[in-house]
Nanobody, 118 residues
C-alpha cells in the first residue's frame, strides 16, 4: 500500500520557522509530481508548493520567498522549509503525490497541523 506520512508541524510564533517532512512508502515512483497543500477551517484546500521529478518548483504567491520545497530521492523524503511564518499560514498541511504517467494515481497524507500564534 502506498502511503505518505507528514511530520514537523506544531506551534510557532510569528516570524518563526518550521520544516515539514513527508516520507513515502510502497511502490510510489520517482515519476510523480509532489507537493504540499493546506486547508484552514472554513476554507478550501489550496496548493502551497509543488516539485516535479526534474526539480522544477512552483509556489503560491502568499508563500513565495518564505517557503522552500525540496525532495531527497535517495531517502524518499520531501520537505517544506517554512520561514517568516505568519498567522495566515495556520492550517493543516497535506503531502500529495500525483503520477505524471497515470493521472488517476494520486495519494494524500493524513496532514500535520501548523499553528502560528503569539
Amino acid at each position: 500500500q502506498v502511503q505518505l506520512v507528514e511530520s514537523g508541524g506544531g506551534y510557532v510564533q510569528p516570524g518563526g520557522s518550521l520544516r515539514l517532512s513527508c516520507v513515502t512508502s510502497g511502490n510510489i515512483s520517482t515519476n510523480y509530481i509532489m507537493g504540499w497543500h493546506r486547508q484552514a477551517p472554513g476554507k478550501e484546500r489550496e496548493l502551497v508548493a509543488r516539485i516535479t521529478p526534474g526539480g522544477a518548483t512552483y509556489y503560491d504567491v502568499p508563500v513565495k520567498g518564505r517557503f522552500t520545497i525540496s525532495r531527497d530521492y535517495a531517502k524518499n523524503v520531501m520537505y517544506l522549509q517554512m520561514k517568516s511564518l505568519e498567522p495566515e499560514d495556520t492550517a493543516v498541511y497535506f503531502c500529495n503525490a500525483n503520477s505524471t504517467i497515470t493521472p488517476e494515481f494520486r495519494y494524500w497524507g493524513q496532514g500535520t497541523q501548523v499553528t502560528v500564534s503569539s
